[in-house]
Nanobody
């Protein structure tokens, strides 16, 4: 089965930056729409940023101007650049993507395993 493997989380001070990566674990035909979600303790998972296959982006109001989602199609990888991090950004971050594994197949949604981002002095 195709897996999405996340990396880049960690502990950072307020005002710092991190870049999260999400990569498909095997050969696929294409990654279509994709996004980053986060879930803090006791809260529901929320959409942080999304990018369509055509490059259109959308961000949660709380991260606009600070976070940027991007993709590298040649590497089957997409990213979340997080700048000016705040303590309220602390959460487990999950990547999600609609993947077409082979041409002619129907696309399916896949989730990464989650990576912890902690923003603290």
């Amino acid at each position: 089965q195709v897996q999405l493997v996340e990396s880049g989380g960690g502990l950072v001070q307020p005002g710092g930056s991190l870049r999260l990566s999400c990569a498909a674990s095997k050969s696929i035909f294409s990654i279509n729409a994709m996004g980053w979600y986060r879930q803090a303790p006791g809260k529901q998972r929320e959409l942080v940023a999304a990018i369509s296959s055509g490059g259109s982006t959308n961000y949660a109001d709380s991260v606009k101007g600070r976070f940027t989602i991007s993709r590298d199609s040649a590497k089957n990888t997409f990213y979340l650049q997080m700048n000016n991090l705040k303590p309220e950004d602390t959460a487990v971050y999950y990547c999600n993507a609609q993947i077409l594994v082979r041409l002619g197949w129907s696309p399916n949604d896949y989730w990464g395993q989650g990576t912890q981002v902690t923003v603290s002095s």
